[in-house]
């Protein structure tokens, strides 16, 4: 090994080229690649190049694994399985109606049941939060892929049932392959949820903040008497008279100068990034709701999920949230289902 390699980087960058379509050729301490042109535009290199040389060094800290590391986080990981449940509810989904789906109006009754298989996603997200400290986790939502709906408690209860992994190229078709709905929502989700986990620090900057402050105000009242006081001082010359009046005149710019320095220096920045998703195709039961309002009919699947046994949340046909209560709404002539705050706004 030179100096310009670690056998642990090595084989790292190896297996990132090779994934991302180069080919190469192992040495003991250096790695002779040729790369795509995307792949070779992305790192700054050449098509054809020696990587643990001093232009490319795969050290901790170099640029070029520096690089790397940014290529190989650029992707979400997805992890792909499968959840085999006993047991499918085949009755009393009515009594569930009133509780896991709220319908603000109308009538609601079940209209059929079958047995099916949907896919949802665990999406872990890590939160950095940076201000005069720094506070850092990870959080982890669970959502239907296919409506975007938010699941609660489904990033907890999956972890007791025993998933099997799809190896890589053995992935079944099931797996949606547009996720934007699901992942705006996680996110969305997330931005909520990482407000709570952050609430005691927050609470903690804005105290120190206010401390601070009032310190610091403080010390300008008083140092305001100082000065004011000094004023009449029986040897001061005109000139010096004069100073201490401008710098007195001064006091309150220098004063909002310095509280603003405070408020940035405690002004809290947040980054949120998904870090990682697993996807999972679990058998379900679907329930058809036949849904009556004023003079429309409307007929709606719904989902039982066996691993929280409870029904999945809806979300509002117009913003897209997450709801369990329902507002039917009529729009040209068809059943809408949305949210309060949207029903409230017809």
Known sequence: MTNNS??????????????????????????????????????????????????????????????????????????YGQIEVPYLKKAGFEELLGKDLRFADGQVRVSARAEAR????ILTCRYVALSDERKEGLLQIGVHEGTGAVISSLDRVWQEFQPQFFPA?????????????AIASAMASARTGIEKELSDFLTSMQRRLQRDVTNTREYYEALKAEMAASLSHPNLTEAQRQEREEKLAALPAELARKVEDLRQKYRVEVTITACAALRLLVNIAQISLAIRYRKGERTLRVIWNPLTRRLDPLVCERCRQTITRIHPVTRDKDIELVCTQCAQKR
């Open 169 to 181: 190229g053995k992935v079944p078709p099931h797996f949606p392959v547009r996720l934007d709905s």
């Open 118 to 121: 949907t896919t949802y996603m």
């Open 6 to 79: 670690d056998p642990e980087l090595l084989a790292f960058a190896g297996d990132l080229i090779e994934k991302r379509g180069g080919l190469i050729e192992r040495l003991p301490d250096r790695l002779l690649a040729v790369l795509p042109s995307d792949l070779a535009g992305t790192l700054a290199l050449s098509e054809e190049v020696i990587l643990g040389t001093d232009a490319t060094s795969l050290l901790y800290g170099s640029p070029f694994l520096d690089r790397l590391v940014a290529l190989a986080t650029s992707e979400v990981p997805m992890v």
